[in-house]
């Protein structure tokens, strides 16, 4: 499933961390939700953010994009790089890195158009397409890479409501590919998602970590092993312990990770 576009090619560079995190703590008006985490999140692969209900996932996934920008009360301290540049750089526009840093959601949340505009959208408004025969080669290769073009290439001119719960994911996950994103953040992307939709995702995924760096949190342990090759455990706004998924699953140092990989708590 190889493109040629460049418009959806990840210009990510495969050696060093893709996105570093020094020192940042995030404040919910007087609440502290994170404190100090520092990691290093390597290109083309997948890290899983897991830890118990409330412990800050969420909220890191969230300071990766900015998307706590949006939130009045949240102020976020600390440093945050993508290959070297510093996200928080007050002369770095937001919307352009959430171009670059593309998010899909928990709930599948398709525009109420079709499903060539959904994928369109973002091309067009960042002028990627210069015109509709480009912009048709994007839509067609983003469906590809999502995985759904050869469901939908009949009725792209269909609603993509109309699409079953699984096909609505892939289509924001086709959505967030159209506009060249070097990082995919996901946030518990197959936690409304039958079994057989959610194996889709993460074949998905894991095609997707050839050419991204993917991040997503997730509930589920058996997920975070599946489709994960290194694992941050969080615990009430602490980074406890990152490393390798299969030796944060097997053998983790801390006893707080222990406690949460045997179901002791969480
Ligand atoms: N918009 C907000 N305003 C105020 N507090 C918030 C907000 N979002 C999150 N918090 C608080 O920050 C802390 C971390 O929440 P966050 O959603 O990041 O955790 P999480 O690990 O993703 O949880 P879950 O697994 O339940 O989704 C929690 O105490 C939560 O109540």
Known sequence: METTSATVQSSANATGPKILAKDVNVFYGEKQALKDINVNIPDRG???FIGPSGCGKSTFLRCINRMNDTIAACRVTGKITIEGEDIYDPSLDPV?????VGMVFQKPNPFPKSIYENVAYGPRIHGLA???AELDD???KSLERAGLWKEVRDRLNDP????????QQRLCIARAVAVGPEVILMDEPCSALDP???AKVEELIDELKRNYCIVIVTHSMQQAARVSQRTAFFHLGILVEEGETNEIFTNPQDQRTQDYITGRFG
Not at 96 to 100: E, G, H, I
């Open 46 to 48: 997948v890290m899983a």
């Open 130 to 132: 210069a015109n509709k």
């Open 96 to 100: 352009l890195l959430r171009a670059r």
């Open 196 to 198: 057989i939709a959610t």
């Open 138 to 140: 994007i839509v067609a």
């Open 160 to 167: 993509g409501t109309g699409l079953s719960g699984g096909q």
